[in-house]
């Protein structure tokens, strides 16, 4: 695939069934190129890099592989730095909560989607059925549970990830806000019309009007920043590729202010949502397509 000078080609696995990416990964970067308004294009042939992962992006005939380092490297050759509005101590604690959500939390995802008996939730991601899903499964659990043994989270009890799970989810929430979520979920849970149940989440996320000062749009405030790209990614597959999973459930019963933070980052950056996830009708391949901050033209490939 050829693309124009200045423009990103983002390599990566395909679109999934209800986000943009079955991977945190993937999301994390493109995210990143909508809100520096960095113009580029997909490849989505699943083409690994020579560091054997994706994504990766070329940029002006330079490659670059893993998702972080293209961050970085487009920041320096560009200046697209989201975080030049945060204080030294604001970015400190943005980066350890996405470090933590990339480097701990992934894991724990990893091991609840592959490596228990249960495969409701992979089979609801992977589009694969008979001995092709089996023969996808047996792959990535090999690979995954050397991964996760490597880790050292692999060497733990099941009981013991999951409170690692806990422990990151709540603490990402809590450093959101949680006075409005603790009271904007008893009072939807207690609603028994389904229609007054959503408007009242409607008007949570978009309006706040059961907020108050203690909960924030953004990881750090009402703009958001360079980790809110890697916390979105992560946290969307929760939200959109965990169906049944106890990350889901979690998330969606009880931590609901990750859920509405989700649902605003994919309104601010991805209003063709629909046309980017493949259990939509509205579903456009855009392999080749060059997206540009001013809309989408036809790429060169």
Known sequence: MNAPPGVVILYQVGRG???????????????????????????????FSTKGK?????????DVADSQFCIEYLKKELGADLNKHLTAEEYGAS?????????????????????????TVIRNIIPYRGVKLWATLWFLRRIIRKETWGHGIG??????IWSIAVGDLRAISGYLGNKARKFSYAIVNAMQNTEMAMLKRKAYNNNYELNDNSDKKFLTGDEPCEADCGLFGMLAMIVWHM???RHEKLVKEELT???TYCERMRDKYWPDWNKCILSSSEYVNDHGKIYRPDGVVNGTS
């Open 243 to 245: 169906p049944t999973s």
């Open 257 to 259: 202010n990750l859920v």
């Open 54 to 62: 994706t994504p990766w992006m070329e940029y002006n005939g330079v």
């Open 155 to 160: 060497r733990h009890s099941k009981d013991e």
């Open 95 to 119: 980066r350890a909560l996405q470090k933590m959500a990339e480097e701990n939390l992934y894991w724990t995802m990893c091991d609840e989607m592959f490596l228990t008996d249960d495969t």
């Open 17 to 47: 069934p209800n986000a943009p990416s079955i991977s945190p990964f993937p999301l994390k970067l493109e995210t990143f190129l909508r809100m520096a308004k960095i113009p580029y294009m997909n490849d989505h042939t699943a083409k």
